[in-house]
Every structure is written in structure tokens, then in C-alpha cells.
């Protein structure tokens, strides 16, 4: 990158990622004197990508980082432009005329931030529903000598063996399409077998062909422990670097012996459709909605013990689930889409949900309520209200108030004294939310705490027990609720590192029946983070990694760091749509808030994060960061 980049100008660079690695994203650094900004760019999925943005003022340097573990020959910057801000607006209109138009409008009337904000989303986010378009603009022809050359030797490397499913009844043109695609392969240290009573057309390679009766052994027979099984079906697509992609990731993690990676579907036109972009492994989410789906992987040691079935029976998805639901050690997931399958277009995914888990254990334990709140007794008044419907009332509430100084507020005050259960703590000063938390669990004797807004309102009377259910699980932290705005629509559904630049909610305006993308409003599953407006974590937790650091994160950010501090000593947060409630987003303090105080918040928290920011390991890396609601990067 040149160091004589313009300041306060917009960049766009594109670029070339190695397809056989799995996906991740590239971070640009902007060097700003006292500090260093950054943003993530796209993975690069399908091998090309570009971004668009702005170079912040007084930049002096400009530097790419790449991902963990990609060498630099697995990266080339093909060109790189400074645009204006007149140039980057022709290009936003190109792809939304009217948003174009309103970014523009903004600018003029001084509100340039939100300007700045409206083009990015424009330019660096696609609708799921174009995935067609985005997947065919941005392929290219592997390259093996170059950005895709392979770090993986014949010798270290796994035999793979490709196990294709031949269904009964005319199967010979899908049969033949998974062939094709199965010859293109760069990398050729692999075998075929055919399940069914089917015949591989003269001159393939060879093959054997194994009924569908038969024992399944027999599908790995011959293979070494750490070799690896591809199950497909006939008519599936497999990419020319599919097993390169395979053969480098299992060579990377050898004690992994699950694998997975991304789907598509493409209709009898040519169209590709329903991308299934997958976070990284999460067993809740499985639990709930198997997600993992047709691309997946075996290691030949996994499958032994497996007891006795038959080859149709080890062909079958539930089979494949079932693996993946009894994991007792790693699980890997392959950030590249491996197989395309054959199929009609249809709305959303293919995947069937079932119903939520919520543990049982645990359902009753005891709880701290632990409410803050200064004057505004209209909103204090019916998040209390709400709360006495809330059952079972094991529970204690501590409410912590910020120095109220309204005479309804302090009668409301005075008569929830009087209430069982109920303590009031005196908290005056500076507003610090981190403080006043802090100040709350100190004084609760409830084994779990459920921090909560006061601007807040329950909606279900077991909207606790489902949250202290999650809490006390031994490997989950904070746990967090669907929250929904008066309107009905989204609020939150777990946050997503990087979104927005920092960390922000993701689908955001939801309508209350919508699934969300791979089912992720409809079932709990694992999160990078959840907001502090409704959080519950188990006391012991929360004091173990010394609550909230009201030193750095007074008021925006804290309940993002205090997740990822549970994670680094192995408690996952939990997103659970089971417990409801409504939210009326920073009704209290106001949403203009501190601007000098929040820029000094995100700057430490990029300080602390900014390696996290840049992959949030729930959130596909090439799903965008520029869109409140799930779309493609670019």
C-alpha cells in the first residue's frame, strides 16, 4: 500500500485470496499517530474481493494484515484506487440509486457520519436473495502455481476417499455431474466408492461399487486412521479445490476428526441459491437445528466403533447429525463452500428446525435481579410491574439507583422498599453502568445475576427460569433473551464482533415470526456476545473474571468485553429466543449520549479486541460487517 495515500480520501482496493485455505478475513490498519483504526475486509469466498471505504483524517500509514496461518503468497492486491467522495456516490448509485441519493442528502446537511455509514452498507453489503450474482462476480479459475498453490506434501497429507450415494431409479445424468466434478480435482490423492446398485460409466478412474446393504465398513476399508471420508450424493457438485481445501485444513488440525463446510444449491437453470454460510462449531445451535448439513467429513479413525450399519444407513444425514451430536473432541469447520447441490429454489434454508433445548437443571436456582435506574419512574413503573408476574419468585431484586431526583421516582423508590425481596442501594454520581452493576452484585446472595435495564419490560412469567437454565450450565457464561422493541420487531439476537467497525446486534428490525438466517431468531445458540440490557451469568463466573471493568467500559462496550473475558476461561455466551422481552433501547440516558466518551470507549476496546474484531467466530467471515441485517460481503 502507498504511503502517500491521501487522508479523508475512500479507497478501493481489490484483491485475491487462495481458495484451498479456509476463508478468513484480512484486516486494514489505518496508522492514525497516537492510535491505529482498522476495519475487516471480505474473505474473498469464492477467491476475488473488493471494499470500498474511507481513510481517516491525520492517517500517516496504511498496511493490510493478513489472517492467521495465510502466507503471504496466498494474498495479491490487484489494484488499488483513491476515490472522492462525488466518486464513491456514482458507485453506491450503481447499486442503489435512491440510498445514493439519501447518503448524499446527508452530507449536505452536515450529518456527515451517518453519510459515511449509508455508503459503506451500500457498497460492502449484497442481499442474501442475490446470491447468484455475487457467487458468479466474484469467482475465478484456480490457480495452483500461484495464490492457490497448496502447503500440504503427498507424504503428510490424507488419502481421501469420496463415498457417492446412487439412489435408485434414473440416477446416471446425476451421477455423472458428481463424476465430472470429482475428475476435476486438483489435488489427486483420492479413491471413489459407489453405494448403490449403480455403474461408474467406462473410463473413470478406479472405483468400486458397494450395495446399499452391505456393511458400511466396507466404504473405509483400507484406509488409515487419519485418512478421510466424503460422503456425497449423486448430482452433488464438488469444486475443482474442494480436496485440496480438505487435504490442507486436515493437515493443519490433526487432532480434529469432524469436519464440515459451506453449501449452496443450484436449480436446473444454473442458478445458484441458499447459501449456507455456517459459524464456526456450535453444539447448542446443532442441538437445535442441525446445521452442519451434506458437507462433511470423517476421519476413518472416528468411524470405527461405529457398531453395525449398513452403507445406505451411514448415507443418510441423520447419521452424519448424529456423529457430530455425540463430539467429544474438536470439531472443524472449513470456510469454503464445498458442495453445491442440486435442487429447486425455495425460501430460506433446507435445514429443519426442532424444537429448543432449554436445560432443565438448574431451572430454579436462585437469582439476583439487579436493576439500575435514575428518576424516569414511567419506565421504572412497568419494568416492576412486569416482574411481579415472573414465576417461579425465587428471586431477589436489587435495584441500584443513579441519584433520583424526581419526586415520582423517589416515591416509586420508597414503596419498593417496602416490598419482600427488594433492596434499594444509593449509587449517586457520574452515570458509570459498569459501576452500578459492579455495586449491585456485590450485595447479591443469589447464585445466579440477571442484570437488567430499567427501560426493559418481561413478557413471559418463565422468562428467568429459561435464562438461569442456560446460566448455570458448566461451560456457558452470559446468557442472553430475544429482545423486541414495542413494535414487535428485533431488537436483539447476540451481538456480532466487527459489526459496525466494533461490535453491534445483528438482524436488527426483524419482524417477530421471522427465523432469521439459518434459524439463528428461532433457536438459542452460541453468540460472541450478548447485551448487557438483559444479561445472566452465574455469580461465580461473573467475580472470576472481575465483573464489569467500569475503568475502561463505563457505558458502552462493557458487557461485550465481560463476554469475551467468560470465553477466554472456556464460558460460551448463549443467545435464546425462549425468553422474551420488550426493550426500549436507551430510553433512560438517551441515545446521543457521551461522543468523546464513547470514541474513548472504542478506542480501548479496539486496544483490547482488534484481533477478535476481525473474526468473530459465530459470524461467517464473508457475511458482511457494514449491514445491520445478515447479508454478503460486497
Known amino acids: 500500500m502507498p504511503d502517500d495515500m491521501p487522508a479523508g480520501c475512500w479507497l478501493r482496493l481489490r484483491y485475491r485470496m487462495a481458495l484451498c485455505r479456509s476463508a478468513a478475513r484480512p484486516v486494514i490498519r489505518f496508522d492514525i499517530g497516537s492510535e491505529e483504526m482498522q476495519t475487516a475486509m471480505g474473505a474473498a469466498l469464492f477467491g476475488t474481493g473488493e471494499w470500498v471505504g474511507p481513510v481517516p483524517g ?128 486438483s489435488y489427486r490423492n483420492w479413491s471413489l466408492v459407489l453405494v448403490g446398485e449403480a455403474m461408474a460409466p467406462a473410463g473413470e478412474r478406479p472405483w468400486v461399487c458397494i450395495g446399499a446393504a452391505e456393511d458400511a465398513e466396507r466404504l473405509w476399508d483400507g484406509l488409515e486412521a487419519t485418512d478421510i471420508v466424503l460422503p456425497i450424493l449423486a448430482g452433488d ?98 470456510r469454503r463452500v464445498l458442495l453445491t447441490k442440486a435442487g429447486e429454489a425455495q425460501g430460506g434454508t433446507n435445514r429443519v428446525a426442532v424444537s429448543s433445548r432449554v436445560p432443565e437443571e438448574g431451572l430454579h436456582a436462585t437469582a439476583t435481579l439487579i436493576l439500575p435506574t435514575r428518576d424516569r419512574a414511567d419506565l421504572l413503573a412497568v419494568c416492576l410491574a412486569s416482574l411481579e408476574k415472573t414465576s417461579p419468585r425465587d428471586f431477589e431484586l436489587v435495584i441500584v439507583d443513579n441519584g433520583s431526583e424526581q419526586p415520582a421516582a423517589l416515591e416509586l423508590l420508597d414503596r419498593a422498599r417496602e416490598r419482600p425481596g427488594v433492596r434499594v442501594l444509593g449509587a449517586p454520581g457520574p452515570f458509570n453502568f459498569a459501576s452500578l452493576c459492579n455495586q449491585g452484585a456485590a450485595l447479591a446472595q443469589g447464585r445466579v445475576l440477571a442484570f437488567l435495564n430499567n427501560d426493559t419490560e418481561t413478557i413471559r412469567s418463565d422468562w428467568l427460569s429459561r435464562l438461569v437454565g442456560w446460566a448455570i450450565q458448566p461451560d456457558v457464561g452470559a446468557v442472553g433473551p430475544k429482545l423486541m422493541y414495542g413494535s414487535g420487531r428485533v431488537q436483539h439476537a447476540g451481538l456480532v464482533l466487527g459489526l459496525g467497525g466494533y461490535a453491534a446486534h445483528i438482524d436488527v428490525g426483524a ?124
Open 58 to 185: 491525520q492517517t500517516r500509514h496504511v498496511r493490510i494484515v493478513l489472517p492467521p496461518g495465510l502466507p503471504i503468497t496466498g494474498f495479491s492486491l490487484t489494484s488499488c484506487e483513491a476515490l472522492s467522495f462525488r466518486e464513491v456516490l456514482t458507485l453506491a448509485g450503481r447499486r442503489s440509486f435512491w440510498r445514493a441519493v439519501a447518503a448524499g442528502g446527508l452530507k449536505l446537511l452536515g450529518r456527515t457520519s451517518d453519510a459515511i455509514g449509508l455508503v459503506e452498507e451500500v457498497l460492502n453489503a449484497t442481499p442474501l436473495s442475490r446470491y447468484h450474482e455475487w457467487r458468479t462476480g466474484s469467482e475465478r479459475e484456480l490457480d495452483p502455481g500461484g495464490v492457490d498453490a497448496g502447503d500440504a506434501t503427498e507424504e503428510e497429507a490424507p488419502h481421501l476417499r469420496a463415498v457417492v450415494h446412487v439412489p435408485g431409479g434414473d440416477s446416471r445424468n446425476l451421477l455423472s455431474a458428481t463424476l465430472a466434478s470429482l475428475r476435476r480435482q
Open 511 to 634: 419482524g417477530p415470526t421471522d427465523e432469521g438466517y439459518l434459524g439463528r431468531l428461532s433457536v438459542p445458540h452460541e453468540v460472541s456476545a450478548v447485551t448487557g440490557a438483559c444479561l445472566v451469568v452465574e455469580k461465580c463466573k461473573f467475580d472470576a473474571v472481575g465483573g464489569f471493568d467500569e475503568s475502561k467500559y463505563p457505558i458502552e462496550l462493557g458487557d461485550v468485553d465481560l463476554c469475551l473475558r467468560l470465553a477466554q476461561r472456556g464460558w460460551k455466551s448463549v443467545f435464546t429466543p425462549d425468553s422474551v422481552l420488550i426493550h426500549r433501547e436507551s430510553a433512560t440516558r438517551g441515545k446521543a449520549g457521551n461522543a468523546r466518551r464513547y470514541a474513548w470507549e472504542r478506542q480501548k476496546f479496539m486496544s483490547d479486541w482488534k484481533d477478535l474484531v476481525a473474526d468473530d467466530p459465530y459470524f461467517h467471515p464473508a457475511l458482511s460487517l457494514a449491514a445491520p441485517r445478515t447479508s454478503l460481503d460486497r
Open 237 to 334: 457438485i464438488v469444486p475443482e479445490h474442494a480436496m485440496a481445501a480438505l487435504a490442507s485444513f486436515a493437515v493443519s488440525c490433526p487432532d480434529t476428526s469432524l469436519f464440515y463446510a459451506d453449501e449452496d444449491s443450484i436449480g436446473a437453470g444454473g442458478r445458484y441459491f441458499a447459501p449456507e454460510l455456517k459459524p464456526d462449531w456450535s453444539p447448542i445451535l446443532h442441538s437445535a437445528r442441525a446445521y452442519v448439513g451434506r458437507a462433511v467429513y470423517f476421519r476413518r479413525r472416528i468411524l470405527d466403533g461405529q457398531g453395525v450399519i449398513s452403507s445406505a444407513d451411514f448415507m443418510r444425514p441423520s447419521t452424519w447429525d448424529g456423529l457430530f451430536s455425540r463430539a467429544r473432541g474438536p470439531v472443524g469447520h472449513l
